[in-house]
T-cell receptor, first 110, second 114 residues
Framework: DAKTTQPPSMDCAEGRAANLPCNHSTISGNEYVYWYRQIHSQGPQYIIHGLKNNETNEMASLIITEDRKSSTLILPHATLRDTAVYYCIVLTSGTYKYIFGTGTRLKVLA | DAGVIQSPRHEVTEMGQEVTLRCKPISGHNSLFWYRQTMMRGLELLIYFNNNVPIDDSGMPEDRFSAKMPNASFSTLKIQPSEPRDSAVYFC????????????FGEGSWLTVV
């Protein structure tokens, strides 16, 4: 599985968009990008995933660059409850071996 | 729908005692995972099962750890004998082809070995 690189921490003002970057420069053609978050030692929560097209759901948007070497998770209107550690994971299609890195600790400020 | 259910939520035990953690995956899911989380090592995959069969146990730290999945709705992670360095949060997760490889985590079992 490809390795991912994320900044260790970020701050975001409440109500503003939070843009969380992830670098996965060694990603293969059949590998998906998944995003999870973990709020204060609760179980990690699935947010969104994609292969090469941009994706949007009720929680967030995922923007994947054309060369697929990086992606950005966008929380359009961050709230205090979005304060969490966000993990970017690359996963080969058909496999289940999720490898969690150190993630980005997002703090949403009032 | 009920999510992944883990028990106990918290356990404090003495070094040398046997610890059994339990997990009920989401109904219909055919893959189950055990993870461990510590401050030092983060989230580590210990073992995963597919259709009740262990597929990859390379993350199991040592022989003191064992995991079983006797049926599709139940799994256990056992530590015998327990040691203080086993103190961690243990997460169970499940997945299915229908969920598109997305895995869903339980709320974890907080283990403290004194």
């Amino acid at each position: 599985d490809a390795k991912t690189t994320q900044p260790p921490s970020m701050d975001c003002a409440e109500g503003r968009a939070a843009n969380l970057p992830c670098n996965h420069s060694t990603i293969s053609g059949n590998e998906y990008v998944y995003w999870y978050r973990q709020i204060h030692s609760q179980g990690p929560q699935y947010i969104i995933h994609g292969l090469k097209n941009n994706e949007t759901n009720e929680m967030a948007s995922l923007i994947i660059t054309e060369d697929r070497k990086s992606s950005t998770l966008i929380l359009p209107h961050a709230t205090l409850r979005d304060t969490a550690v966000y993990y970017c994971i690359v996963l080969t299609s058909g496999t289940y071996k999720y490898i969690f890195g150190t993630g980005t600790r997002l703090k949403v400020l009032a | 729908d009920a999510g992944v259910i883990q028990s106990p939520r918290h356990e404090v035990t003495e070094m040398g005692q046997e610890v059994t953690l339990r997990c009920k995956p989401i109904s219909g899911h055919n893959s189950l995972f055990w993870y461990r989380q510590t401050m030092m090592r983060g989230l580590e995959l210990l073992i995963y099962f597919n259709n009740n069969v262990p597929i990859d146990d390379s993350g199991m730290p040592e022989d003191r750890f064992s995991a079983k999945m006797p049926n599709a709705s139940f799994s256990t992670l056992k530590i015998q004998p327990s040691e203080p360095r086993d103190s961690a949060v243990y997460f169970c997760a499940s997945s299915s082809w229908a969920s598109g490889n997305t895995i869903y985590f339980g709320e974890g079992s907080w283990l403290t070995v004194v």
